[in-house]
Structures are given as C-alpha cells and as structure tokens.
C-alpha cells in the first residue's frame, strides 16, 4: 500500500516508516529536514512544513493512506496539530484519500485514566493541569477536527510512550486505557497503527493501546 507519514523524524514517526517498509509498503515520510531519515533504507523523502496546507495536499497526492505521528518541539505549542490537521484533511478530500491513523494521547481526555490506579490517575490529572495543558489542548483541537471528519479515520491513544523495543504484544480498549495501562513503546504503537490499514474494527474510532 502507498502510504505518507507525517511526523517521520519522530520517535514514533520513524517506527511507522521502518515497520511500514518492512512490511512492503511505499512509504513516503513528510519531513523538515531530509536528512532526519535518511538513514532508514527504502523511505521516499518529501520535505516540508506540516503547517503549509499546499505541501500537505502534494505529499497526499497519489497514496492509499495517511499516517499522521506529529508532535510538537515545545510543549507550549497549542497549533500546530489542529493546523496541520487541518491541511491534511482538506489535502485527502482533493485527492480522494479516505483512510487516517493518527496518533494521538490518551491523557487529552478526562475519562482515559478510569480504570488505572489512583495513583496513576492523579499523575495524569497533575500534567493535564500544568505541564502537558497547552499539549494536551492540541491534541484535543486536532481530534475534534478528525471526528467531524467523514474520512475513515482512526486516532490511536496510547499513555507514556518509552523509547525502548516493543514486546509484540499490547492490550486495546475502546473506552479508556486497559487497566494498569500506563505505558507502552514506541514500536508496539507503531505496530497497532499500521495493522489498521488493513482492518475495519477500529475505523471512526479511537481506541487506547497500552501494555
């Protein structure tokens, strides 16, 4: 399948193309700097500002999916995600691309700590409150542009994500993070995003992945 990933200089977003090409798709990684991934063999580079609405549409032309792991540099940047969303929606639907996996962040939403530990839930709560607020803000703005959407979306929420290798194995919920859910690597979210390309379960939804 011909895919674009915006956000590929990513922790994340390098997980996507290295586990996309593996598993043999066309990858095409939206970046800023070309040199971030060139290091990743069989990667079609196309360079540009996520915030720019006609590099966007021009990266979207001519694949089957997008892939969206974009993060901001600053944790008080509170417009990058809903602008560049923004643009990459309006890119699918001039070129008729239906299918969206974004990543996204479970801690954006109140009711995502549930079902783990009280600790854990004044944790979140604490960095929804002060050091993730304008993050987590963002994060909410750019979903709510996702779920008005009529693109066969869907916006995968993981908790802490480690840079470390991935087990293989997660656990998925549709309502909240699974309990004691409070971490997960960077490669297993990978592997979840990208086995939705060819799965409907969890299009127009959102589901939580975490160890």
Not at 51 to 78: C, P
Not at 105 to 120: F, N
Not at 153 to 172: A, D, H, I, K, S
Not at 175 to 189: E, F, H, N, T
């Amino acid at each position: 399948m011909r895919i674009v990933v915006f956000g590929a200089s990513g922790g994340t977003g390098r997980e996507l193309v290295r586990q996309g090409i593996a598993q043999g798709h066309e990858v095409t990684g939206f970046v800023r700097n070309p040199q971030s991934v060139k290091d990743i063999p069989g990667v079609r580079v196309t360079t540009g500002d996520a915030r720019n609405a006609a590099a966007v549409a021009a990266a979207i032309e001519g694949q089957e999916a997008v892939l969206s792991a974009l993060g901001s540099r600053t944790l008080r940047d509170s417009t990058l995600l809903p602008e560049a969303m923004t643009g990459i929606l309006a890119g699918m639907r001039q070129h008729g691309v239906r299918r969206l996996i974004v990543l996204g962040a479970a801690g954006a939403w109140p009711g995502a700590s549930s079902k783990v530990s009280g600790v854990g839930k004044v944790i979140v709560g604490l960095l929804r409150l002060t050091l993730l607020r304008q993050a987590f803000a963002a994060q909410r703005a750019m979903q709510e542009l996702i779920f008005a959407s009529d693109v066969e979306w869907t916006v995968v929420q993981p908790p802490f994500l480690l840079n470390e290798p991935g087990r293989g194995v997660y656990r998925v919920d549709g309502a909240s993070l699974p309990l004691r859910g409070m971490r997960i690597a960077r490669g297993d979210v990978s592997a979840f995003m990208l086995a939705q390309l060819g799965r409907e379960e969890w299009v127009r939804k959102s589901p939580f992945v975490a160890w």
